[in-house]
């Protein structure tokens, strides 16, 4: 009875707190990526021709977890089959504020894009009753910062 | 040292290739984080624990390359990749590892 209860209260818990943190991440995320539109980054592998540019390798990782609730929603749809819409959105969260974090590094060194950006997931508590649990993924590229002028004038 | 995830650098020859030079960290973080973050399994949202655990673990493994391309004469490595992979349970290797060359 008494785990009846606890898992009841797990449930409610997850669902109130995981929907609530997922809406204001996704404000954020959604935010954050008007303001950096104008930074682009780009998974094309051949740099511009023109221009002088120095280079940097620019990350960004996220590590985010699922709530209780949508772990038992999973749970279930693995015994129907279909789409896993719980770990959809966790992945596309997870995605999403990673590339945010190396486009605000980027931003930070004031470049002009990134190039040649590549994705990288993880699960990180893998074992643990064979769920996802938790995922890492890393964004990375190499940032493209415009030389001042005149040094490219002196070449 | 320059390092890049490009095969080439703009405006910049290639003058001799060192072979490949790696760097690798597997770190498992303390128990308090592992405690919070059974709780944030609980309510979802992000592990900061972890991601600043794997940031550092990734810094050091990117150490190490340089060390080696360092050692190897390099002034720059390029077409670096990452690789993660979890060992054991509560922790994590990262693998780094890329090219050593030259460059003018």
Known sequence: MFELILFLILLVLGYGFGRWA??????????????LNRLPAIASRIPPEKGRYRQTL?????VISVDYFKRFLAGLRNLFGGRVTA???LLDRARRESLLRMKEQAAGMNAEMVFNVKYETASISKGRRDTIGSVEVLAYGTALIP???SASDQD | ML?????HIPGKRITEHLGLVQGSSVRAKHVGRDIMAGLKNIFGGELKGYTELLQESRDEAL?????QAEAAGANAVMNVRFSTSSVAQGAAEIYVYGTAVTVE
Do not use: D, F
């Open chain 1, 147 to 149: 030389e001042p002028a």
């Open chain 2, 63 to 67: 150490g190490r390359m340089l060390q």
């Open chain 1, 22 to 35: 997922e809406k204001r991440h996704y404000r954020s995320i959604i935010e954050r990526e008007k303001t």
């Open chain 1, 87 to 89: 770990y959809e959105t």
């Open chain 2, 3 to 7: 390092i890049s995830n490009m095969e």
């Open chain 1, 58 to 62: 620019v990350m960004g990782n996220t």
